[in-house]
Each structure stands twice: as C-alpha cells, then as structure tokens.
C-alpha cells in the first residue's frame, strides 16, 4: 500500500484537530481501513494508552486482571515498554518522503503494515463477542490477527468472518492425536500459518490473576481433549492439564512433518534457541517472553531482538511483541532486525473499550503513528528502515 505524504498527514491532522471518533467518519489510506468512531462512547483515545481507562471503567474485575496481569513483580512487563522509551531515534532530514510505502510481505503475503495482532486466549471475557470483534476490527483496519489456541470462539467461526489473513497459535498437548487434528483443524479453516508457543511448559507466578480469581471460558479449540481438571491458574500443582510440559525439539520437527503451513516458534529470547529453530526448518522466530507474563525479569523483548536477529540473520524472519505501544517503537523494532511487530494488550484494551471499533481504532492509530515515524525520520520504504536510524 503506497501513501503520499498529504495523505499521511492529512489523516494525522484530522485525528489532532478533529478528535479521534468524531461525528464524521475517519477514513483510512484504503478501503479496508476505515474507522467507525461513532460505535465508540464519547471518549476520544487518541494514543493506545488512552484505550486502558476506558476499557477499565467496562471490563469487569476479573477481565481487567486477567489482562493486565503479569508475572511475578510484573518487572518485565515493565522493562518492556521503557526499554522501547529509553532507546533514541537518528533522524535524516532533506529526504523526499512525499510516498510512503507500509507494505511488508510476509510468507508470500502482502500487508499493509507490519502490524499484526497476538493471540491472547479467552476474549469473551472481555467483550460478549470476543474473538469475532477482534476479527472483524483487525479486518476493518487490514491487519491480520493470531488466534489463541485457547480462544473462546472456535477457530471455524473466526475464519469465517476474517477478511485478512489469520494465523493460528498452537498449545501443543501432551495427546498428540489431539495436537494433529487441532492443525489440521486450523489449516483447514483457512489459517495461513502457524505460531507454536514455546515459552509456556507451565503459566507464570501470576499472582495478580490469582488473587482475581480467574476462571476461563470454555475453550471450543479444545474441545474433546481429555483434560484431568478445570484450568485454574494458582493451583499448587503447578503442571496444567492443557499445556505440553514434555515439549521439545523433537515434537518441533514431529510438527514440522506434516504443517502445510509455515510454523514459526513464538516465544523465543536465546539467540542459540533462534538458530537451533532454523536449523530445524521453522519459517520464522517470534522473540517474545509472552508479554511478561511467565518469567519475570527475563529482559525486554526490544533488548533480545538484536541479539535473535543476528544470530538468524536473514535466514527467516524475525518477529518482537511485548511493550509495543507506539509507532516510534514499531519502527525501532524493525530497524533491530523484526520483520514485523504484534500487540496484545493494546488491542484487548481497544476491543474492551468499544469491540470490533476498538480494535480498529487501536490498529489505525498505531499504523498511522508508524506513519509519522517514518516521515519524520526519514524513512519511506519498510525494507529502508535499518539500524542507521538509531541513535547510539
Ligand atoms: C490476556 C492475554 C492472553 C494471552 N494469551 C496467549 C495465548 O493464548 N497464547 C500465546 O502464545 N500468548 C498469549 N499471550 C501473549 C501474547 O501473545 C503476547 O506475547 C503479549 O501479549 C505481547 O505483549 P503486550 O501485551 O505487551 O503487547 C497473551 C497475552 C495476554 C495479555
């Protein structure tokens, strides 16, 4: 997707002078981007952090815990976000940027941004229709969305109202006949690739979830496995009926021998890791540490990512989530070697705060400040932005 200049500060200027949900529609650089601000209540969010109140004065209690939990002391949460606000930008100046070009393409895929959506499990509790207004919002804004094996609407009714690529995120299960079917299951919905989860044997010390008391929804991805109990998070036993503690490399290639679809490693922060991946034929690393949600004070996700992409360098792509918040952070993470960003929070905020035109709304605000980034340093192609636009 190619934007002029004008367009690109023309729609930062409306959102700055106009509100954000205005009486009159915001529209987006295509069709597929535009925003309907007047499901939104009054409020004007105008940067992601604005979603949080919002989406805490209508979340119940426990939603609002269960997704802002993290962690321990919650120290990597964090480092997260400030290791992104501690890192400085080196603008150029006197550079055409009148076009700009957003588009990344990813496993043979064009997007308009590289912006994605994490999976995060459970979304009903945040919002009645959950997984389907994320969908839907993420379609609204062009950007495609990794569904949680653990979703609470089954990955069927998901593709079926998904109008941009969907990728599915695997929690393997110690009955592999059960694994097989689940991705075969999301292959044949129409998903496009697969995200298997490796940084999750166990849940973390989540202590704030704990003491909210979260129960989830039942998860319709899952159903048929024979689970020992009810997931509850705080139990003693500290070994989950639903996660593979006995995962390993060997599943990776078992997993490998029959996805028709690309499968990356999500949750990844040792470059040796990395490299052990692509010597297994993974198609991409996903440097996440779950947003800080299973082992606390492991380093910011910003601070692996050099180090992971290096090490692969180049082979595959590279992916970061965790703490991104900002446009400015999008494009430090792509000039750190990622190929693309995912959110979590952010959106679950977006669509607790207002649904499917939540989380269009966040999407539309963070590809635009990505926008501005690029402009204002310089920057006009994805593939341009490198680590010279550093300041070290
Ligand atoms: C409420 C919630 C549920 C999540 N559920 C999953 C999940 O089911 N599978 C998974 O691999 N990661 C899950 N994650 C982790 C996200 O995919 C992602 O790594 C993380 O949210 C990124 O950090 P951020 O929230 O700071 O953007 C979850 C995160 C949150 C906040």
Not at 161 to 187: I, M, N
Request: positive net charge; contains cysteine.
């Amino acid at each position: 997707m190619r934007f002029t200049r004008r367009e690109a500060l023309a729609s930062a200027g409306a959102l700055a002078a106009a509100g954000i949900f205005p009486a009159a529609k915001v529209v987006a650089q295509d069709s597929h981007a535009t925003v309907q601000p007047d499901s939104v209540a009054n409020a004007e969010p105008i940067c992601l952090a604005d979603f949080e109140p919002l989406a805490k004065a209508k979340m119940s209690t426990t939603a609002w815990e269960y997704v802002t939990a993290g962690a321990g002391d919650e120290l990597t949460v964090r480092w997260n976000k400030e290791a992104y606000q501690r890192i400085r930008l080196k603008p150029r100046v006197l550079v055409d940027v009148s076009k700009l070009d957003t588009r990344v393409t990813l496993f043979g895929q064009e997007h308009p941004f590289p912006i994605l959506l994490a999976p995060t499990s459970a979304q009903t509790l945040t919002y009645p229709e959950g997984e389907i207004a994320t969908a839907r919002g993420a379609s609204a804004a062009g950007a495609a969305m990794v569904l949680s094996s653990f979703s609470s609407t089954s990955v069927e009714d998901v593709a079926t109202v998904a109008k941009t690529p969907l990728w599915f995120q695997l929690y393997a299960q110690t009955d592999h006949g059960f694994t097989r079917d689940l991705v075969q299951r999301a292959e044949a919905a129409g998903c496009r690739a697969l995200c298997l989860t490796v940084d999750t044997p166990v849940t973390g010390a989540r202590n704030r979830e704990t003491r909210a008391d979260v129960k989830l929804p039942p998860m319709p991805n899952l159903k048929g496995l024979k689970v020992a109990g009810p997931m509850r998070t705080g139990s003693l036993d500290i070994f989950n009926g639903v996660l593979d503690a006995a995962l390993t490399w060997k599943d990776v290639e078992w997993l490998l021998s029959f996805a028709k679809t690309p499968l990356l490693l999500k949750g990844v922060l040792n470059p040796e890791d990395a490299d052990r991946g692509v010597k297994a034929g993974v198609a991409g690393i996903m440097v996440s540490n779950h947003g800080g949600r299973n082992l606390d004070t492991v380093p910011a996700t910003i601070e692996a990512l050099p180090q992971v992409a290096d090490k692969v360098a180049g082979r595959i792509p590279v992916f970061v989530d965790g703490g991104v918040r900002r446009g400015t952070d999008v494009l430090k993470a792509l000039a750190f070697g990622a190929s693309a960003v995912l959110i979590g929070r952010p959106y679950v905020y977006g669509l607790g705060a207002a649904g499917q035109a939540g989380v269009t709304k966040v999407l539309n605000i963070l590809q635009r400040e990505l926008q501005i980034a690029m402009v204002l340093t310089g920057r006009t192609t994805i593939s341009g932005i490198d680590r010279s636009v550093i300041w070290t």
